[in-house]
């Protein structure tokens, strides 16, 4: 079955940390990858997306992630935390059915 | 931004009682989706559309109904609303595959 898994369900990075967000999928059929943030109380924003071409994608507020087909991931990066990066980050995956999969989530915390 | 809207925002109902929800989307899409989301879960998809009148169901989509009338709206019926249907909802709005989602509705089933 065509599934994502994001490991991790809390992350928490001290501001200038790295931030490392893990997304895995299940698929044999190369899909569409994104990645989405939701602020609190409100709704989805897209951060990125990988549908062909380059396999480092970069997006907004400095974000950028890696389509790895041989290890069927996608996984968010960003340099250096900042505070205002404290959100709830998902994974999703377009497997050509009309139909986005989303993983569980990572909140991810900042620690000053 | 697309725009899309979702009313009312926030709701409390009972038990047993009928509750509609509307997303409207000033895009033109193609396609519009309903989402639930609940702590643990991420987003459940309860049903979603393909156009004016066509409908599918999503994985949770038991005890809901949607319809699409018109290309800008899509409605989420609780037919009788029970308290395992206390969640945020979200619709979102597609023209291919990358989906653009609406503020949600916090609805609470006392």
């Known amino acids: 079955a065509q599934s994502v898994t994001q490991l991790g369900s809390h992350v928490s990075v001290s501001e200038g940390a790295l931030v490392l967000l893990r997304c895995n999928y299940s698929?044999?059929?190369?899909?569409?990858l994104f990645w989405y943030v939701q602020y609190p109380n409100q709704g989805l924003q897209l951060l990125l997306k990988?549908?062909?071409?380059?396999?480092l994608v970069k997006g907004i507020n400095g974000f950028e992630a890696e389509f790895k087909k041989s290890e069927t991931s996608f996984h968010l990066t960003k340099p250096s935390a900042h505070m205002s990066d404290a959100a709830e980050y998902f994974c999703?995956?377009?497997?050509?059915?009309?139909?986005?999969?989303f993983g569980t989530g990572t909140r991810l915390t900042i620690i000053p | 931004d697309a725009g899309i809207t979702q009313s009312p925002r926030h709701k409390v109902t009972e038990t047993g009682t009928p509750v509609t929800l509307r997303c409207h989307q000033t895009?033109?899409?193609?396609?519009m989706y309903w989402y639930r989301q609940d702590p643990g879960h991420g987003l459940r998809l309860i049903h979603y559309?393909?156009?004016?009148?066509?409908?599918d169901k999503g994985e949770v989509s038991d005890g809901y109904s949607v319809s699409r009338s018109k290309t800008e709206d899509f409605l989420l019926t609780l037919e009788s609303a029970t308290s395992s249907q206390t969640s945020v909802y979200f619709c979102?709005?597609?023209?291919?595959?990358?989906?653009?989602f609406g503020p949600g509705t916090r609805l609470t089933v006392l």
């Open positions: 999703a995956v377009y497997f050509g059915n009309e139909k986005l999969t």
């Open positions: 698929s044999s059929v190369p899909p569409y």
């Open positions: 990988y549908t062909t071409g380059a396999t």
């Open positions: 895009e033109n899409h193609r396609y």
């Open positions: 559309s393909y156009g004016v009148k066509d409908t």
């Open positions: 979102a709005s597609a023209d291919y595959n990358e989906q653009f």
